[in-house]
């Protein structure tokens, strides 16, 4: 899963990066040159480098940035490594799509999630599932057939579904219950393209 989160983290940077030039382009009246662009671009890397979600692609952005000294059109090579990772994309699978939206609801929002083991007590905030909901739900190319359940201990798990539905990749949640006893909820992860919203 390391590949996915260098993707993801490359992904990131390429588009943050000429992002960041091209709104520099937008707001200038005069015509920016290569050499100028580049600088503004490996000022942008540098301010990248530090940052933690970056440190499985560090060692790239130090390439990046000698190459933009050594005179080498830095928007030409990041359009061109976008590109590349756009592609890289393309080939993910659902179970790969599912591992990243755990990752980011994990790193940016602090929600864990666990395999459900009966006999351990569930925990207040962490997502669960279980193996045989994986193995049910995915077919044996990791594709979603059918809505994948996950459960949560929360006082308002619209929250969580909030977070799901605004991520932007391919799933979206609803919540099917909610016991008031504990404040489980039952959530269902549905592939984009095949959600019908339960009445």
Do not use: W
Not at 47 to 57: D, G, H, K, T, V
Not at 164 to 178: K, L, Y
Request: hydrophobic fraction near 40%; aromatic fraction near 8%.
């Amino acid at each position: 899963m390391s590949k996915l989160k260098y993707h993801q983290a490359f992904t990131e940077l390429t588009t943050l990066a000429l992002l960041h030039l091209y709104s520099y382009i937008d707001r200038t009246s005069q015509f920016v040159p290569m050499k100028k662009r580049n600088e503004r671009l490996n000022k942008f890397l540098k301010s990248q480098m530090a940052l933690p979600r970056n440190e499985i692609i560090k060692k790239d952005i130090k390439v990046l940035i000698a190459q933009g000294r050594k005179g080498m059109s830095l928007e030409k090579k990041l359009g061109e490594l976008h590109k590349v990772n756009c592609e890289y994309g393309e080939k993910f699978t659902d179970a790969d799509h599912l591992f990243v939206l755990l990752t980011y609801l994990y790193e940016a929002h602090g929600f864990e999630s666990m395999l459900d083991d009966p006999d351990i007590e569930r925990e207040k905030g962490i997502i669960y599932t279980d193996n045989e909901l994986i193995d049910s739900c995915f077919s044996d190319e990791h594709v979603l057939s059918r809505p994948l359940p996950i459960s949560i201990i929360m006082n308002e798990p619209e929250r969580l579904v909030d977070i799901i539905n605004g991520h932007g990749g391919i799933f979206v949640a609803e919540i099917v219950s909610i016991k008031p006893n504990d404040n489980c909820a039952t959530i269902l992860l549905h592939k984009v393209s095949n959600f019908k919203k339960i009445s």
